[in-house]
C-alpha cells in the first residue's frame, strides 16, 4: 500500500490580511506542515493543490496576486508536484487521478483548507475512485457559516463536515496520531 500526502489549498488568502481569513488557518498550517516533513524525510509521494479563481465574480484565489500563492509553511520545494485547480473537487478536470494511479498510490493522507468546501469535495471523490483516505482534522480549516439566517460557527463547521467525513469516506485523526503512526511503522 502506497500513501500520499494531499495538501490543498493552504494558500495565503486564508491567513489573516487575506481575502478569504479562515479560523485557524495558521494552526492547520503548522500541522500540515509536520505532516510534509515526514514525508519530505521519508521521500513518499506528496501533493500540492492549488486553486485559482477564474470565475467570473471570484473574490480570491485570483490570478497574478499574492494571495493565491501556496503559503510559506507548506510552500513547495524544486521538484514537488503542484496541481492547479479550478473547482473545489481536486479531482475535476485535473490530472490528479492519474498522478496517483501512475505512482501506485492507493491510499492518500489529507489535509488543507476549506474543511467545509475543498477537503470534503475532494476527500468523497477520492473514496469514490477507491483510495483509502485519512484526514489530518487538525491539519484542516475552515469558517463561520451561516444557513437560512442561523449562524454555525467554524468550529461547528469543522465538527459537522469531519464527523459526516468520518462516518463513511476517511478516517480522521490528528497530526499526533497520524505522526506517531508514520513514526512507529
Same mark, same amino acid.
Given at each position: 500500500m502506497s500513501t500520499a500526502l494531499v495538501i490543498i489549498d493552504i494558500q495565503n488568502d486564508y491567513f489573516p490580511g487575506g481575502r478569504m481569513e479562515l479560523v485557524g488557518s495558521e494552526s492547520a498550517a503548522s500541522c500540515a506542515a509536520l505532516l510534509l516533513k515526514e514525508f519530505r524525510h521519508a521521500g513518499w509521494p506528496l501533493i500540492h493543490i492549488r486553486h485559482v479563481s477564474t470565475r467570473p465574480g471570484a473574490g480570491f484565489f485570483l490570478p497574478d496576486t499574492s494571495g493565491v500563492q501556496i503559503h510559506p509553511t507548506v510552500a513547495p520545494r524544486a521538484g514537488e508536484t503542484i496541481i492547479t485547480k479550478q473547482f473545489p473537487n481536486s479531482f475535476r478536470e485535473t490530472d490528479l487521478l492519474e498522478r496517483l494511479t501512475a505512482a501506485g498510490?492507493?491510499?492518500?493522507?489529507?489535509?488543507?483548507?476549506? =474543511?467545509?468546501?475543498?477537503?470534503? /469535495? =475532494?476527500? #468523497? $471523490? /477520492? +473514496?469514490?475512485?477507491? +483510495?483509502?483516505? =485519512? %484526514? &489530518?482534522? *487538525?491539519?484542516? /480549516? =475552515? #469558517? *463561520?457559516? $451561516?444557513?437560512?439566517?442561523? &449562524? %454555525?460557527? $467554524?468550529?461547528?463547521?469543522? &465538527? &459537522? +463536515?469531519? /464527523? $459526516?467525513?468520518g462516518a463513511v469516506y476517511a478516517d480522521v485523526k490528528g497530526t499526533d496520531e497520524i505522526l506517531g503512526t508514520i513514526l512507529s511503522a
Open positions: 498510490v492507493d491510499s492518500l493522507l489529507i489535509c488543507g483548507m476549506m =474543511t467545509s468546501m475543498c477537503v470534503d /469535495a =475532494t476527500v #468523497r $471523490a /477520492a +473514496f469514490d475512485l477507491g +483510495f483509502s483516505c =485519512t %484526514v &489530518a482534522h *487538525d491539519a484542516c /480549516a =475552515t #469558517r *463561520d457559516l $451561516a444557513h437560512n439566517g442561523v &449562524a %454555525v460557527p $467554524a468550529h461547528q463547521v469543522q &465538527a &459537522a +463536515f469531519l /464527523a $459526516a467525513l
